[in-house]
């Protein structure tokens, strides 16, 4: 019962000829191979969390119940030929436990397989079934995105929420840093960005912003959990919290006052100003010094108030200010329409799974440069979006509700034509927070949906056919999800009881 599904998941058979594994407050957690000693410092905590227990971690060959990582060339092989640096494999039997990888992020995978399989308040020995889990990811780039420029969220939050994202093989954190609402990084060279822009939210929520410090601390937290955090500084629209800051930044010179509505399109930047020039090299020189992952998110979405001539030169200019950086430039879809990007940017999609006039157009200008696209199909994979109708949280504009299944039966290879796996570079759920205030609410809107977007992103292709019922079976999705309930209360994450789901009936909000 595991989220996502592995490429591959064999029962050892009979238990009286294959016993299963037995986890005593005897085991131990045996290493091998660089890497290998952070990852059992892992599972470790996650076992403490999950069943009380602590397993020392020594650097000898296995003794009979322990739990063996290895990190090697070699290590696990796959019959399909996959060549994915996260591969792992996980062999579960009575005389241990053992999961073999290539990279420390192979290996910190096969821990979170294993975490699935063992039981939430195991006592003083648990019986785990013998298992061979061969298992590698679809798409390289398998993401959350969570909004904190809406509402804030503190660095203890967003761990909160790095932690949950993990469980489910997410290798990506995109933060949403700046927007209408507030600007949550501090600029040193800018520095009443945060000092005014960062001092409110939406609906007139706490204000806040991350420190450098705070940034990195937080970008290192997520690294040793193998996620990559991919900063997004929104421009030249969705700029009313900078343009608060610096009037000079404003067509009308005229700082406007700071906003905690939740209209868009109306802020953008002046463009082809020298003063805005400076303004966009120094952000991005400063927050891609923070941030060693090869992204930098230039936003480019719903702006409405600038001249589609002036959108063309600014976007253009700021992605060459970012590869300059040294970081591969990230556009949401609007960016597909500036034609002389950068080699190798990368588009985010954000319309519906039937694209909507020219979006399917402007995503394929992405691969037209020798880039590729993150699928974030509003319809389905936005956690913002309400369950039901007459949800106190969220928002319906995206074709909503979004049901569990609605987030689980879509295939990101048959949205535009055209483009296929090779053109893909993952997938990606946004959670935007206009409407969520606390991270409790946070985590309710995304969870279990996100665990949805995870397996898409994740696990093997579905079948060839256009039938929608027999692109993935919702059905049995839905009992695998039910497993997570335990761990979910156990690390205290919030989620959501959907209807379509048989929950434990002793767990759960």
């Known amino acids: 019962m595991v989220v996502p599904r592995p490429v591959r998941l064999e029962s050892a058979g009979d238990p009286s000829v294959s016993p299963p594994f037995v986890l005593s407050p005897a085991a ?5 191979g660089d890497g290998a000693d952070a990852v059992a410092r892992l599972l470790r905590a996650e076992l403490a969390t999950d069943c009380g227990q602590e397993p020392a971690i020594v ?12 990190i090697a060339p070699g290590e696990g092989p796959h019959e399909d030929g996959s060549d994915s640096a996260e591969r792992y494999t996980l062999e579960v039997a009575a005389e241990g436990v053992r999961i073999g990888a290539v990279t420390p992020a192979g290996a910190f995978w096969g821990v979170q397989t ?22 590698h990811p679809r798409y390289a780039y398998r993401g959350a995105m969570l909004d904190v420029a809406r509402h804030f969220f503190t660095p203890a939050e967003v761990k909160r929420f790095i932690d949950a994202i993990a469980v489910l093989k997410l290798n990506h954190l995109h933060l949403h840093l700046t927007d209408d609402q507030g600007w949550r990084i501090h600029i040193e060279s800018w520095p009443e960005l945060t000092r005014v822009g960062g001092s409110t939210g939406s609906d007139g929520g706490r204000g806040g912003f991350y420190t450098q410090d705070e940034f990195r601390d937080l970008v290192a937290y997520a690294a040793e959990r193998h996620i990559t955090v991919v900063p997004e500084l929104d421009m030249p629209g969705h700029t009313n919290a900078a343009l608060a800051s610096y009037p000079e930044l404003d067509p009308e010179g005229v700082a406007p006052a700071l906003y905690t509505g939740s209209d868009v399109g109306f802020s953008t930047l002046q463009t082809g100003d020298a003063t805005t020039e400076r303004f966009v090299r120094d952000i991005v020189r400063e927050v891609a010094a923070l941030t060693p992952g090869p992204y930098l998110h230039l936003g480019g979405d719903e702006c409405l108030s600038t001249t589609d001539a002036d959108f063309v030169a600014f976007v253009r200019d700021a992605a060459r200010v970012v590869v300059e950086s040294g970081k591969t430039p990230i556009g949401w879809h609007e960016v597909g329409k500036v ?23 402007l995503a394929r200008a992405f691969v037209g440069v020798g880039g590729s696209l993150i699928m974030s199909p509003s319809d389905v994979a936005y956690l913002d979006i309400v369950y039901a109708d007459g949800d106190p949280i969220g928002q319906d504009w995206a074709d909503g509700p979004t049901t569990l299944r609605d987030a ?22 946004p959670l935007w927070t206009e409407t969520v205030a606390t991270i409790e609410e946070a985590e309710e ?23 929608v019922e027999t692109v993935r079976d919702a059905t049995e ?20 009881r959907v209807p379509d789901v048989a929950w434990p009936e002793t767990v759960g909000t």
Do not use: K
């Open 59 to 70: 650097h000898e060959p296995p003794a009979f119940g322990d739990i063996a990582i290895v």
């Open 408 to 429: 689980y039966v879509w295939d990101p290879a048959r949205i535009v034509p055209g483009i296929g796996d090779a053109h893909i570079l993952g997938v990606e759920a």
């Open 477 to 496: 999705f839905a009992a695998r999800v039910a497993s997570l309930a335990e761990h979910w209360d156990a690390a205290g994450t919030r989620y959501r």
């Open 28 to 32: 131990r957690i045996s290493v091998a």
């Open 339 to 361: 034609g002389d990007l950068p080699t190798g940017t990368v588009g985010q999609y954000w319309d519906f799974t039937s694209p909507r006039g020219n979006a399917a157009e």
């Open 445 to 467: 809107m995304a969870f279990p949906r996100l665990a949805a977007v995870a397996e898409v992103g994740w696990s093997a292709a579905p079948a060839d056919t256009d039938a």
């Open 114 to 135: 294993l975490r699935q399989l063992i039981p939430v308040g195991c006592d003083d020995a648990l019986a785990i079934d013998a298992v061979r889990v061969h298992d």
